[in-house]
Each structure stands twice: as structure tokens, then as C-alpha cells.
T-cell receptor, first 111, second 111 residues
Framework: GEDVEQSLFLSVREGDSSVINCTYTDSSSTYLYWYKQEPGAGLQLLTYIFSNMDIKQDQRLTVLLNKKDKHLSLRIADTQTGDSAIYFCAESDGGTYKYIFGTGTRLKVLA | DVKVTQSSRYLVKRTGEKVFLECVQDMDHENMFWYRQDPGLGLRLIYFSYDVKMKEKGDIPEGYSVSREKKERFSLILESASTNQTSMYLC??????????FGPGTRLLVL
């Protein structure tokens, strides 16, 4: 079945760039998303990208999509302590109600 | 801004109790979802609803039911709570471009 995989942990120093990676298996994915979850809270939509795009930038966030390798990444420039959270990658094919989520990457930003 | 609210942030219930989790969205979205989130398992879909009184089972519907009497409100019901239903429950509604907006979550402990 469809799967979305992420590494579990990432640690960076404040001010550095963070890159969180995700791979997915569903070749019919139309939309790919990044969500942020702070402790004890729900998921906050950060950004999304259509499968016909390679790159999307939104302030400090850059999403790169390599559709051939089914690889998605989220780059956070100038990472701050407030960016410490769990980041979820997700995909949907747009035709059903099914969203596949990764298990999340816990980002720790060291001061 | 889309707002999705959940009736409780924390709940403690006893085994065998009937539990109601309420979710309300204010953006007139047609599609709403209930997930549970467990460590290492990511988000798993319990039920979704694509219209008033319409519902579909997700990946793990056993032990749960749902109710959607009004468009803005989607309720998750645990008919007879069990300890293995201790979890974080997240409600979401679907906006444009297939994006999902999540509520803050309800952390349920079943004793």
C-alpha cells in the first residue's frame, strides 16, 4: 500500500538551515504537504506543493519535489528555537478522501 | 482564517463509558475527518464525512462511530471506551486545494 517515510529526529543549531526529508510511494500523488505540530497541539498546515511543481518558496520555507525519486524536502532557513516541533509530510491523490501521513520528524533547535 | 475547534483538550474516562468528542469548523467545509495519533504510528484515519449525515469508514473504525447532523459539526463517539483507545484525537476539515485544517486535538485517557 501507499507509504510515506521520514527520519525520526533532526537536530540543528539556531541560525543554521534545517532540511527535513520525506519519501513516498504513491505515484498518483497530486498534492504533497508539510505540517508542523507543537507539543500538545494539533497539526498546523505549513505549505503544500502540487506534483507538477519542482519548488515552492514561502518566506523561510522552501519545498523541493523530486517526482522521479518520489522525494520531498522542507528547508527552513535561519532556524529558530520556535521552529522546534514535529514536522509531518503528507500526500493525497486528490481523487479520494485518503491522506497518507508520515510518522513525523522531531526537529530540535539548539540555542 | 479557518478555525477548527474541539470540545475538550483533555479527557479522562473509565473503561466502558460512552465518550463523545465534538468538532466544529467555521468555514462551511463539506468534508471533515477524525484521526487518532499514537507515537510511532503517525495519524490514522478513523472516519470521514463528505456531507451532512454522510460518512465513510477510515482505516481503523472499530470501536468508534460518528455523527454529522449539521455541516459545521462532526462528532466522534466511543460506544464503550477501552484502554486501547487512550490516544490523541485530531479532527480536521478539508479546504481548497485538498488542504486539511486541524483542530488542537483531544488527549483522551481511558482508565
Amino acid at each position: 500500500g501507499e507509504d510515506v517515510e521520514q527520519s525520526l529526529f533532526l537536530s540543528v543549531r539556531e541560525g543554521d538551515s534545517s532540511v527535513i526529508n520525506c519519501t513516498y510511494t504513491d505515484s498518483s500523488s497530486t498534492y504533497l504537504y508539510w505540517y508542523k505540530q507543537e507539543p500538545g497541539a494539533g497539526l498546523q498546515l505549513l505549505t503544500y506543493i502540487f506534483s507538477n511543481m519542482d519548488i515552492k518558496q514561502d518566506q523561510r520555507l522552501t519545498v523541493l519535489l523530486n517526482k522521479k525519486d518520489k522525494h520531498l524536502s522542507l528547508r527552513i532557513a535561519d532556524t529558530q528555537t520556535g521552529d522546534s516541533a514535529i514536522y509531518f509530510c503528507a500526500e493525497s491523490d486528490g481523487g479520494t478522501y485518503k491522506y497518507i501521513f508520515g510518522t513525523g520528524t522531531r526537529l530540535k533547535v539548539l540555542a | 482564517d479557518v478555525k477548527v475547534t474541539q470540545s475538550s483538550r483533555y479527557l479522562v474516562k473509565r473503561t466502558g463509558e460512552k465518550v463523545f468528542l465534538e468538532c466544529v469548523q467555521d468555514m462551511d467545509h463539506e468534508n471533515m475527518f477524525w484521526y487518532r495519533q499514537d507515537p510511532g504510528l503517525g495519524l490514522r484515519l478513523i472516519y470521514f464525512s463528505y456531507d451532512v449525515k454522510m460518512k465513510e469508514k477510515g482505516d481503523i473504525p472499530e470501536g468508534y462511530s460518528v455523527s454529522r447532523e449539521k455541516k459545521e459539526r462532526f462528532s466522534l463517539i466511543l460506544e464503550s471506551a477501552s484502554t486501547n483507545q487512550t490516544s490523541m484525537y485530531l479532527c480536521a476539515s478539508k479546504g481548497p486545494w485538498e488542504t486539511q485544517y486541524f483542530g488542537p486535538g483531544t488527549r483522551l485517557l481511558v482508565l
